[in-house]
């Protein structure tokens, strides 16, 4: 109160300042108060969002094996028939001899659907790869049907009664023996990547989807970057001031707001409808999120280029360089690591976009990957959607698990855009 005192007579501060400076702190902290539980609040939302999904989707990343001793019998699989075959029967008789008493036609359907389907499959592929081994007994690792996956991984309580589970009693105890005898195993479920979609949830993988969204993102870069690029540095450096260019710069901001699933209805109606092009290619899908992205990429490259000081503008032109030889020989070096993090950015965002590729297409069921552009493909986004609402209880996790997946990417494209800002970003 001193000091208040000895400044109100030094006429420092007004007769009524102490009260108000007072109050203004008090409005301060109470701001910072704020602040700090919104961004707590935040990062709350953040934990429990990327915890649930790691609580239901990690058992994904693990898949329940069984491995079984397989005699290839000739008369079954005949070299001058490959692929064709009595693969399944092949298999399910190996093990089928784990439990000599079973009998029956029920009992041994009960039995033989442990086994999944994709398991005929596996052991078609590794005899087409070596005909030598018909007449011989190999060792071989085939994936169990989801119930069984399901069961293993503790998601089929026992306790309920059996007339309401899927998985019955005598199958429990089946599979229960052929864990004591070591026969299951639970590796990581590399499938996953590997393998494109599929009906059965222990077969089904992310291979086609992450295929898709490469072509579709290279289309997007491809068409967006020297588009948007060139768009901006003339709207920049070389456009008259007058309304037309206000107008275009006024549409790029609206662009850039848009929803996108008005770009994928334009796409639908422009690219499917009048030029024909193919209905779920990536090359569609990469061309209407290159719609979306540029504007972004427009109004991050403007933003880099207003960022480069004047003086180097002057300086150039004051040595005898041209307009062109000022803007493309100095100012754009300059201005690359923020249109290179803006490029970054727009792409990531283009990856995680699904309402526009739905409405081209990239949802269809598609078990092999893309070979090129042109052919039926997924997208990450939109596999999610697929998985999402399938009805086998598999699909749930793995859905979880595909999120992880398409986050994982965004991340990575978003640390990538700090790491380049960071590192080549000039400071004036």
């Known amino acids: 109160m001193a000091d208040t005192d000895a400044s109100r007579e030094s006429g420092l501060l007004a007769p009524n300042a102490g009260p108000a400076l007072r109050r203004r702190n008090r409005y301060q902290i109470r701001l910072q108060i704020i602040g700090m539980a919104a961004i707590g609040f935040a990062l709350l939302m953040l934990v429990i969002l990327v915890g649930s999904l790691i609580a239901s989707g990690y058992k994904a990343f693990t898949q329940t094996h069984l491995t079984l001793d397989v005699f290839i019998d000739p008369a079954e699989i005949q070299v001058e028939r490959l692929p064709r075959g009595g693969f399944d029967d092949v298999i399910e008789t190996a093990l089928l001899k784990k439990f000599p008493t079973v009998e029956g036609r029920a009992e041994t359907r009960a039995l033989t659907d442990i086994l999944s389907n994709g398991a005929q499959f596996q052991l078609r592929d590794r005899i087409v790869e070596n005909p030598s081994l018909i007449g011989q007994t190999i060792r071989v690792t085939v994936p169990v049907s989801d119930r069984f996956d399901q069961l293993n991984k503790g998601l089929v309580d026992r306790s309920t009664p059996e007339e309401l589970r ?20 639970k590796p990581l479920n590399w499938a996953l990547l590997t393998n494109a979609d599929s009906r059965f949830p222990e077969l089904a993988g992310l291979k086609g989807a992450l295929v ?23 709207l920049e450096e070389f456009a008259p001031r007058n309304r037309f260019s206000d107008l275009i710069e006024v549409n790029i901001n609206n662009l850039a707001a848009v929803p996108s699933v008005v770009f994928g209805l334009l796409a639908l109606a422009v690219f499917l409808g009048w030029f024909g092009l193919p209905r779920s290619a990536p090359l569609v899908g990469g061309m209407t ?3 979306m992205t540029m504007p972004t990429i427009i109004i991050a490259t403007r933003a880099a280029l207003k960022s480069v000081p004047p003086s180097i503008r002057q300086a150039a032109l004051g040595v005898g360089a041209s307009k062109h030889q000022v803007v493309f020989g100095h100012v754009l070096p300059l201005a690359m690591p923020g249109i290179l993090t803006g490029t970054i950015i727009g792409l990531a965002q283009a990856l995680g976009e699904t309402a526009p590729l739905l409405l081209i297409g990239m949802n269809a069921f598609i078990t092999s990957a893309p070979g090129s552009p042109l052919d039926s493909a997924t997208a990450l986004p939109t596999q999610i959607f697929i998985w999402a609402d399938s009805p086998e209880r598999g699909f749930v996790s793995r859905t979880s698990a595909a999120i992880l997946v398409l986050l994982t990417f965004l991340i990575a494209m978003n640390a990538l855009a700090i790491y380049l800002r960071s590192k080549f970003e000039r400071k004036w």
């Open 166 to 185: 899927q998985v019955k009693d005598q199958a429990i105890a089946w599979f229960d023996q052929l864990k004591q005898s070591g026969a299951i195993s």
């Open 212 to 234: 898709g969204s490469f072509w579709a993102l290279l289309v997007c870069f491809v068409i967006s970057f020297p588009l948007g690029i060139g768009a901006a540095i003339y």
């Open 289 to 291: 999120l290159a719609l």
